[in-house]
């Protein structure tokens, strides 16, 4: 068994194994990075260090968020504190949906290249309940 944390970015879900995830938080005041990748928001303090935010949404590339210039208090953006490794960085996405636990061989793989982006690959599919979750196998920040 496997648990993955569901989250929505557009109108796809998409799920990350819950191992990799330390925390989730509101949405925060981010502070700019001078000449920092496209993919990157900003940076923030946590846990006594300095953590980038990757905006999921360019990742995948769609425009910003409805919520993205609204007061952070009523904004449904939430941060996935990621751990990979050595890699930590935080993961801006439009909300949670929710913690699933699965097996292994519900995730579907298909024949075709699962690399989305040099910073996304994707290990499969998940039908559930007639919803298809992309399962995300590695992410990364870029440097």
């Known amino acids: 068994m496997i648990d993955l944390i569901v989250f929505n970015v557009g109108s796809s879900r998409y799920a990350l194994n819950i191992e990799n995830i330390q925390r989730i938080i509101q949405m925060v005041e981010l502070t700019e990075i001078p000449n920092a990748h496209d993919l990157i928001d900003g940076m923030m303090s946590y846990e006594n260090s300095v953590v ?9 590339g769609l425009p910003p968020h409805e919520d993205e210039n609204k007061d952070l208090e009523n904004s449904s953006l ?6 990979n490794g050595s ?9 949670i949906d929710d913690i699933v636990h699965i097996e292994d061989s519900q995730i579907m793989n298909s024949d075709e ?3 989305i982006s040099e910073y996304l690959e994707l290990s499969g599919v998940l039908d559930l309940e007639g919803v298809l979750i992309n399962v995300i196998k590695t992410l990364k920040i870029p440097s």
């Open 52 to 60: 980038k935010v990757l905006n999921f949404r360019k990742v995948i």
């Open 78 to 83: 939430k941060l996935l504190f990621y751990e």
């Open 87 to 95: 890699k930590r960085f935080a993961i801006k996405v439009d909300s």
């Open 113 to 115: 290249e699962q690399s």
